[in-house]
């Protein structure tokens, strides 16, 4: 009999009704799941515990991992192999290449994907733009054209909430726009150093710094949802936040389109934050037909589906239908496919996807540092050389 | 002048137990007043209901013409030496005894002047620096005197103060006291179970039994007019003789019948002028029994005894026979002839005696 | 004629009963070398290696001393020590003081009275924090409430200020605690003898001369108590700075502990927490030792 | 007993009335912090009665203008902690498991230590006191890893027996610290009478200084129930499926950092998981008993 | 049969302060020892040496002919009254007096027997639900006796197990421990500062000062004998008189030759074949100087002495002169016609005088 013990921080709930399908599933095919969800912080949480879980000789079976700790818990030798999966059920075919890419180690399958969130949304309130005449911004300096004349209109312009992660949610969006796919994968993924250190990473902080003006006083610490609420109270107009803020404005009965506007940040590309679990080495015939079942049906189409009309995100595969989601889904959607294409699908680094820990850290620390004071842009720049140089 | 004490009515319960009865009592400045009574009896109780640190049940305390009975401890400029000293385990000796002055502001000079003069008189000189945990009984018993000497208060509480002190040493603070008595005119409440302390200091003491006053009076007429049974039982050690007789009045005066282990009844004759029921309880204190050649008093009567028990103690001896039933204690001198099993002709004093009704204890002459 | 055996059996009795002591003692001891003592001997080891992930351990000598001592971060982190630790401590100790001694007045409501100052306790901070967000933020809480009772210029927006966010971390923390301290205190105050107070109070010491002059001292035990406690609570605290700034804004409210475990567990920088570690128990010895050594060696006088 | 007041009565007017009105600013102060303290739970308890549609749209701070108890019935066992949505409610038992024991023992060893240390001491005993003092300062971050392992190695990784362990262990410096520094105070005098009496180390222990200590006990009781009921750290880390507490539940419920967020359940579970802490501090409250000491010994 | 209790060079020390020097006693089964001495002579110290319960610095402690030094108290088979009572403040009176009993196994029915018994003793029957916290000082007291008393092993120790009962109670006491001493044959080593207590019921007395013995005999030795001024000083209430005297030797006898403070020399003569310096201090007690007319001793010497002070004292009457230049104390009968500034005759026994060297003040008859 299949077995699996679960790590995983999907808690709340529409995220635990999601994977109730997955483990539906699994119970279906004659598996049996433990659960084990262990929220907050992102997922630090979670890993805290998979630390100990693994020093102490008792790993979990699947463990919701994404990004490069896939590759580093690799490194430690503590992950197993689901090639033979992977390859009975042709994932190289149905997922993009770039996503593909986080769930190999070494040119083995040793995760599978669940979804793929957007990082780079701006949603606005339609009512607000509409009475400001105010279009989607495409472009940054629109944007900041806009936030001018609401914020003469006495509407805050961008619903922020300060804690880090949000400022370099805004920042990761702000360098793609400006730095351009590109230059973003070279300063964010390669962390190459010159062009972190380029005029244009300045124009990014200089940009930061105009953001700060669209930002009410009270920003500091606010939840990001609190800030999405904001925006659907028509206190403020946008709000930069990855697409897990489409629920708070589902669950708030609004309509898409309608209430609110969802778009992509300007600029072009697309940051996702793919959710995926990896399986690690473990002991029992049992526990390793579970991580095969649940590699197989991780990534199979129907819970593909069930899963993310619940989360908001898109499936990580291309080849689901979207019948059922709704029309930020089917943009996702698109301008996944291409920028897939295009050269432009890039992982968001504020979310764990491009860089180590360390790395993605030391960037956090600048952004929010200099977004929360007067620093200056050429200062930021070197502290971002500085303190990448110093997480290595 | 208002007296300087004045207790009316006072009761005191802990719960449902009354601890103290109707207590009246009344002091002029300078007098000196001797609690005593049992173990248990309410003395410290009273201190404390004095010194306000127990609520009382009814009644009213005045001090020094001010009705204090609401008052707080610390407005009602007392000092006292607690029977359990209760020292300030973390200040050195030193600081226990000043500690009171410098609250109050007494100057530097003053505090180390007094400080001086008290340690020197309760010769804890060379223990100002300790502190009380590392103190001998009786030292600690010194300093907790100390605190209260170094004061000028309106009354001064004394729980037993020299109760652990060797009897040199007691002897010498007692005239410590008593000078301080006299000199201040300092006016005091004092407890203890030292007859010699309570006679000698005294110039009041109060008698008391299961929280009720026994009786109030002088020195002199606690000890040889006590006003019943349990205070002429209770003053004086050895107890006063307490004898059950038989009294048959008549020209001569009164014939006091005494029964005796063998032989026929010893029979005493009071010459004054008494009226007392037939039953009565004879008082008389061993030192009103004497050997029939030392007694000198001059209504004194003799008799023959056989004594039962000789105990020599230093300067006296001690004769126990029995008398009416009762141990009978007699003072002999210390050569007396007296021994065990042996008839001995003894003095009773009968200038000195008490009567007593058996039913009610109260005295009868 | 007793048998060898027996007078072994009774050494052995006579061994245990005069060992007792430190045989009780031994397992405490023990633990504490193990899983105190081993454990930072071990954190020393691991923050002079490179360890990311999971702890390695070959030595790469003080490398990730000289990144701690490099990053800004953790400048602001250390500072923040200091002034948290001191305002908190100084302010918990003297408040749960006061408390402790205004409800040892025969209150008669006591009991409900010192559940409310310690409940603060039982609630987890990763709710109560949000709570105090709202409470504290300029636009929700505090400062909107008074500026609707007409006070318009009223402002309390500290946790929003850079410099001034690490006061609101003080004040929460203090909130949290006092109530227990005000419980070490009360349990101190419980067990002084009565008799003596009741000698101050015939002495004529007013009563707040009584509690600063014979209570307090007498209960330095409890002040050492509340210190460690304290300090602990300083050092340590964590879910207090998450739940209500997450160390923000930007990195201003950051303190050594949330340093260390974002590098320990979100950074996978062992390496760097361990060292960070290092420093905080470094730092915490200096302050206690001393203080430790003067209170036990006066007890011993 | 301190009174700051005595009895009220008629004597001196101004006297009296200066009592009363001290009295009276006295209960202000203390109310006055009452209030301080409650604000947060006012605003907690508001929360958990508003419907999640008026914390959206309202002022988060303000009274309910529809009381709803469906918050507190989802926290209680209805939210989802995972693919389970049963609540905290299934979580509880854990925690009662874990934190029962946990500080039962803990505190016994602390009584015990603390006794060794301040009635029975002999050379080392400061030194060993010092060093378990200082063990409170290690940072649970620092212990998490290494004591893994020791976890693992003794085959308690993820059992309610290895979380009791490490609690047991990480309290001692706390719960010796207490006792040792309530017994510093008790006179010695009564381990004399009782060795003289012929009682020996346990029996002086169980039958003289456990009877004292019920303010100590209260006091360590209530630290070390507190701090192990609202663990997190530890019980995430050492905890398996079916064994963790509550705390990882309501972090659960309320820590999703992509889900919807539902503020009045959130606040809701958490007075519902401090329920039981609070149970404690009123229970034991009772203890803070004076006087214990009171005729022991004079002096 | 081996001592009981023998203590051989024993030496404690706290900290620096050498508290107890070279002490040698010894006492065999039935002794009773009455340790005496000033407060803060050490009396308390060597029972806590001798039940172990403080280290000592140097010596050994043999209780029962085992060498007990390095054995723990439990195990010494002793029972210790406090001074300070060191009652269990959480355990009712009741269970304070069983504990003991309890927790060496004996049975319930001989606990309660014992406890009932001792109980009525004490006169404590009615505080037996009580905890310590709700008593007086002397039920506390009592309480700490009877913890004892219940017990039943090889050595008692007793510090001060009297000092707060009232006088009639304590006498009681005194020959409850008394009987308990000859009944069951119990040794006792026995701290009292009450000189009657000492003289009634030891059998032997150390005299103890500054931690070193004085002087180690029976209660006639020790009160007639004084081995040198400080005994003869501490022994006895009032205190021997101690008066500075010049010696002269010739057939008939001694001459002794006073100072007085008006005329000439006092002079009495012993007759007694001794051999004195020329300066001496001779010791002689108040109850030995005495009214010319009632001192019946064989060696009395009358001479006249202006009295200062007339002091009286219930059954007796102090009277209070200078001589030598001290303040002498004689102790008459209470009908004594002695005034103040009147002189007297008086009576001195000189079979009972004590000589002592002023130098060394080693006795030196
Ligand atoms: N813990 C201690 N540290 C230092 N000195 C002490 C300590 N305990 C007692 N002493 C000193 O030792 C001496 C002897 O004390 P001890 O208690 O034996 O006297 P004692 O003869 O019993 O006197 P008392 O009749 O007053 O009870 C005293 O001078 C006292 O000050
Ligand atoms: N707190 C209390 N609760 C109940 N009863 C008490 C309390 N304190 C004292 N008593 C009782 O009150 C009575 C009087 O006690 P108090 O201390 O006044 O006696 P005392 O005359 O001083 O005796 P002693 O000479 O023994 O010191 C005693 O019988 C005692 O048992
Ligand atoms: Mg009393
Ligand atoms: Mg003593």
Known sequence: ?392 | MAPILEINNLYKSYGSIEILKDINVSIEQGDFLVLVGPSGCGKSTLLNCIAGLEPISGGEVHIGGRDMTNVSPKDRDIAMVFQSYALYPTMTVAKNITFGMKVRGVDQATQEKKLAYVAQQLQIEQLLNRKPGHLSGGQRQRVAMGRALVRDPKLFLFDEPLSNLDAKLRVEMRTEIKSLHQRLGASMVYVTHDQIEAMTLATKIVVMKGGIIQQIGTPAEIYNHPANLFVADFMGSPAMNLIPAKARSDSAGTRIEIARKSGGPMVLTDRKNLSLPEDVIIGVRPENIADANAQSGSDSQEADCVIDIVEPAGADTYAVMELGGKHVTARLHAETTASPGVMQRLAFDLGKVSYFAPDTGLRLN | MVGAGQIRDNQMIKWLEENTPKLVLAPSFIAVLIFVYGFIAWTAWVSLTRSRLLPKYEIEGFIQYERLFASPRWETAFGNLFVFGILFIVIAMVLGLALAILLDQNIRTEGAIRTIYLYPMALSMIVTGTAWKWILNPGLGLEAMVRGWGFEDFTFDWLVDPDRAIYTIVLAAIWQSSGFVMALFLAGLRSVDGEIIKAAQVDGIPTWRVYTAIIIPAMAPIFLSAFIVLSHLAVKSFDLVIALTGGGPGYATDLPATYMYAMAFSRGDIGQAASSAMIMMLVVFSIVVPYLYSELRSKDG | MVELSMTQAQAPADRQTGKIVLRWVLYIVLVLFALFYLLPLFVMLTTSLKSLEEIRTGDLIALPREVTFAAWRTAWSEACTGIQCEGVRPFFWNSVLIALPAVAISTLLGAMNGYVVAQWSFRGANLFFSLMLFGCFIPFQVVLLPMARVLGLMGMAGTIPGLIFVHVIYGLGFTTLFFRNYYVSIPSELTKAAKVDGAGFFRIFWSIFLPLSLPIIVVTVIWQFTQIWNDFLFGVSFSQAGTQPVTVALNNIVNSTTGIKAYNVDMAAAIIAGLPTLLVYVIAGKYFVRGLTAGSVKG
């Open chain 1, 1 to 392: 009999e299949p077995t699996a013990e679960v790590l995983h921080y999907w808690t709340s709930g529409g995220e635990a009704k999601s994977v109730a399908v997955l483990q539906k599933e699994f119970a279906d095919k004659g598996g049996s799941w433990t659960d084990m969800p262990v929220a907050g912080g992102g997922g630090d949480a979670a890993m805290t515990a998979l630390r100990a879980r693994v020093l102490s000789g008792n790993a979990p079976t699947a463990v919701q991992l994404k990004g490069p700790a896939i590759q580093e818990w690799y490194e430690e030798g503590v992950l197993a192999d689901i090639t033979d999966v992977a390859e009975a059920n042709n994932w190289e075919a149905v997922l993009p290449a770039s996503i593909a890419g986080h769930m190999k180690c070494e040119g083995t399958w040793c995760a599978a994907p669940v979804n793929v969130h957007r990082v780079d949304w701006i949603w606005a309130n339609a009512e607000v733009l509409s009475a400001n005449g105010i279009e989607m911004p495409t472009t940054w300096d629109a944007f900041n054209a806009a936030a001018e004349k609401l914020q003469e209109a006495g509407i805050i312009p961008l619903a922020h909430g300060g804690q880090a992660w949000q400022d370099a949610t805004i920042f990761e969006a702000v360098a793609l726009g400006i730095l351009g796919p590109e230059g973003y994968r070279k300063a964010f993924v390669e962390l190459d150093k010159e062009t972190l250190t380029s005029d244009a990473m300045i124009a990014v902080f200089d940009q930061m710094r105009i953001m700060r003006g669209f930002v009410d006083s009270n920003f500091s610490g606010r939840d990001w949802n609190l800030a999405t609420s904001m925006v659907m109270n028509g206190e403020a107009a946008f709000q930069i936040m990855g697409d897990w803020a489409k629920g708070e404005f589902m669950a708030a009965g609004k309509v898409p389109g309608e209430d609110f506007l969802c778009a992509s940040t300007p600029g072009e590309g697309f940051l996702y934050n793919v959710d995926s679990f990896a399986m690690f080495d473990v002991d029992g015939e049992d526990k390793k037909a579970g991580q095969q079942l649940l590699a197989e049906l991780v990534v199979g189409q129907n819970f593909q589906k069930v899963f993310n009309l619940n989360k908001g995100s898109i499936p990580a595969r291309t080849d689901v239908t979207l019948d059922e989601f709704d029309s930020c889904a089917h943009l996702s959607s698109e301008d996944m496919k291409a920028s897939s294409e295009g050269g432009s699908l890039l992982p968001s680094y504020a979310h764990g996807m491009a860089l180590r820990g360390a790395q993605a850290g030391a960037i956090t620390d600048v952004v929010t540092a200099h977004f929360n004071s007067d620093m200056s842009s050429t200062d930021a720049v070197q502290m971002l050389a500085d303190g990448i140089a110093n997480s290595m």
